[in-house]
Structures are given as C-alpha cells and as structure tokens.
C-alpha cells in the first residue's frame, strides 16, 4: 500500500478546442478563465497544492504569470490522461482531484465532496459530484448527462438519455430518483494510473461518457451531491454568460 498523503488538485488545459480555440487564456473580468479555476480550487482547505497541467507553452506562460504552478506534459488523449501523468511526477500524493480548467464558477466546498468519500469509505477508488435535477428539459436533454445512485451513495450508471423512466410513461418530475452529474472528479492516485490504462468499454463508447470505462471494468464510482451549481464553458456565448454571473456577484447583485 502506497505511504502517499495528501491531496494534489490537477487542472488538466489544453489550447486546442474544435469549439472554442484558446478557451483556458479566455478573459474574464480582466483574468484568464483558467486563473479564476486555479484561484477557486486553491481556496480549497483540503487542497495541498494545486497545479495547472497542459502541453501549451502559451497556457504555462500564463500560469506562471499569475503566481500558479504549471505542469509540462506530452499530448494526451484526453483530460484524464493528462491528469494521470501531472500527477505520475508527483507521487507524495494519495488523492488526486481532476478539476476541469473550464468550470470557473467552481465553489472550493465542492472539492471538499470529492475528497471527503476517501476518509469516511476507505474502499472508496474515485469519487464524482451531483446537483439536483431542476428543469423537465434537462432530463430530455443529451447534453445533460444524468447518474443515478445506490442507497450508499455509488453511482448504478451514467446516461445521456432521459433517465430513469417510468412505468406510465411520464416526463421527469421533480421526485424522480435521478441527478444531474457534475464533471469532477477525485481518485486514489494509483487507481488514476491504473484508470488510463483499462481498456476502452462498450457503454463508454456509446454514451460519450469516459466514467462508464471504471463502472463496466468493476470499480465503484461514489457520487456526492452538491448544493453549488455550476456551468462549464464550451463557446464563447457562455463565458459571455458566466462573464455576467461573476460581475453581479462582485456589484453584490
């Protein structure tokens, strides 16, 4: 068993989106999206040290320029990847937090959810978050990717469709027994290593939901539920409406 402690907060950036080119350096109120995602995991009293990974001499640049650490890595497949290897260099810690770099309305008590499970359910491999399912179009949306629990807490699957359903046929409402997934993410470190190198999995390649390759392989994924809602930046239209939501917060709106 590893002697490893403490946690390490990962922030996995890359320059290159098919949508939103250059999408971590994106300005909000004056600062790089990717700075007010570093600032915000940072206030996190669990986080011992934060680090911004990526392969963009651009983004590292940057980082340094705003007091953060960044770490170098090759291209990676995906976030996680990314992950694993920034903390592979970094092996004093035993939980490694996947915080995404385009979440800049993350809440640090919502880190504290990722990390607590660890403590209080030693078996516990990788943790994740959830909100509550609010709005009928967010059951019905493919977008909106929605998990459902167990009486302890860990998820029985993850979907893009509309989820659970019901025996009459009915529409989402408000007692469905179904949450709305939030993409963070924690893990024992050596489960991270071992995570990115299982095999690609059926459900996994269906559903788009990279998740799913920990549940089809047999691990246990516990799934916290969060009271912070948070909205991740895919196109400029909606770091234009984060923009406003983090300037009403400074006016005291």
């Not at 915000?40 to 392969?55: E, K, L, Y």
């Not at 209080?120 to 493919?142: F, I, N």
């Not at 050596?190 to 095999?199: E, G, I, K, R, Y």
């Not at 994924?221 to 948070?230: C, K, L, Q, R």
């Amino acid at each position: 068993m590893s002697d490893a402690t403490g946690v390490l907060a990962v922030i996995p950036a890359r320059y290159d989106s098919s949508r939103f080119p250059g999408k971590p350096l994106a300005r909000i109120l004056g600062k790089p999206m990717i700075q007010h995602v570093y600032e915000r995991a940072s206030q996190c009293a669990m986080v011992d040290r934060g680090v911004v990974a990526t392969d963009d001499d651009a983004i590292r640049t940057a980082v340094v320029g705003f007091g953060g650490e960044p770490v170098m890595t090759g291209a990676c497949p995906t976030g996680t990847h990314r992950v694993a290897e920034a903390a592979a260099g970094l092996p004093q810690f035993g939980i490694v937090l996947n915080v995404q770099g385009d979440e800049p309305l993350l809440h640090p008590a919502m880190l504290e959810g990722l990390v607590t499970p660890f403590a209080t359910r030693p078996d516990t491999v990788m943790t994740t978050l959830a909100e509550p399912m609010k709005q009928a179009k967010d059951y019905l949306s493919p977008d909106v990717v929605k998990v459902m629990r167990d009486r302890a807490g860990s998820a029985l699957y993850f979907t893009r469709a509309s989820a659970p359903g019901s025996r009459d046929g009915s529409v989402w409402d408000e007692g469905a027994p179904v949450l709305r997934h939030v993409g963070l993410y924690g893990y024992r470190a050596a489960f991270l290593q071992t995570m990115v190198h299982l095999d690609a999995t059926p459900l996994e390649s269906r559903e788009g939901l990279e998740q799913l390759r920990a549940m089809e392989h047999g691990y246990r994924i516990h799934v916290s539920e969060t009271d912070y809602a948070t909205i991740g930046v895919d196109t400029p239209e909606e770091l234009a409406a984060v923009e406003e939501i983090l300037r009403a917060r400074a006016d005291g709106v």
